[in-house]
């Protein structure tokens, strides 16, 4: 989505720095190989392709994966303005309802995608087992990608301090989590406390990965590829699906499918998918 709605003299960089790293993978990896890094990881940082809802849905599965095993985490989310938090803390209190909670964090003004639908199952999840829920976009609407991930570090660094303890969990933009971009201005900012050691990266549908995979006839039966020691990709979505929820976003301003008239938009998705994979 950025690479649309930003346009700034760097982009071009900072794209590459997301794009480099996701080019190539070591091995087909398992779960229990993510759920075993994600476990010995400090700083655990996803990607989020924010209209993609499989992208909230593995977010959603790594938090169940890991509350076996831990609750010894804090969500860190882009979704939310750090001014917001005190609305985010009584809601997941229940002190405050959901209807004046969404009036209040205001999505469609404060965040490009109004896709609250595809957020409350994770919101669900933090309320139901207290998980602490902080919101890290910081900088102005409309600022700049290294403002705001110059902004984003300063509160990333705020909540490592407040909770030196907890694993934390950023669940942010995919291009951001490049280690050159977000990571290395939340290490500059929090300093020598900063593990680098104990990074995580989980990317999601690179497209090029898809088509390697592709071409050995493993798309639809791979699920997670490991890139280095500190590094996953998953796929849960194929390149045009992801590509064709941001264009249904920007025509609609919802989900993969136009709810008042879900036949059709099945039946759309569906022609394009069969005219891309050439099939009549």
């Not at 709605?5 to 091995?27: I, P």
């Amino acid at each position: 989505e950025d690479s649309i709605l930003v346009s700034e003299q760097d982009f071009v960089k900072y794209e590459r720095n997301y794009l480099k790293h996701v080019r190539e993978f070591r091995e087909i990896a398992e779960p229990l190989q993510l759920k075993a890094a994600a476990l010995a990881a400090e700083w655990i940082y996803v990607g989020d392709y924010h209209t993609n809802r499989q992208s909230q849905r593995a977010l959603l599965r790594l938090l169940k994966m890991l509350i076996g095993a831990t609750d010894r985490f804090v969500l860190c989310l882009e979704f939310l303005q750090k001014r917001h938090q005190v609305h985010v803390d009584r809601y997941l209190q229940s002190k405050l309802s959901l209807s004046k909670f969404l009036q209040h964090i205001n999505l469609r003004k404060h965040f490009y995608f109004d896709l609250w639908e595809n957020f409350e199952p994770i919101f669900d999840f933090a309320k139901y087992y207290q998980i602490e829920v902080f919101g890290i976009e910081t900088a102005s609407f409309g600022a700049g990608l290294k403002k705001r991930d110059a902004a984003m570090a300063q509160t990333l660094a705020e909540i490592s301090r407040q909770r030196p303890d907890m694993k934390k969990i950023v669940f942010v933009g995919d291009l951001h989590i490049a280690p050159e971009n977000l990571p290395r201005q939340a290490a500059k900012t929090v300093g020598k406390a900063y593990p680098h050691e104990r990074e995580l990266f989980l990317y999601q549908n690179s497209e090029q990965i898809y088509w390697k995979l592709a071409a050995d006839h493993l798309e639809d039966k791979v699920e997670l590829v490991r890139l280095d020691d500190k590094s996953f990709c998953l796929i849960n979505t194929p390149p045009i699906v992801w590509q064709q929820s941001y264009l249904n976003w920007l025509e609609n301003e919802e989900g993969e499918i136009d709810y008042q008239d879900p036949k059709h938009g099945f039946l759309d998705l569906a022609e394009r998918i069969a005219k891309f994979l050439e099939i009549k």
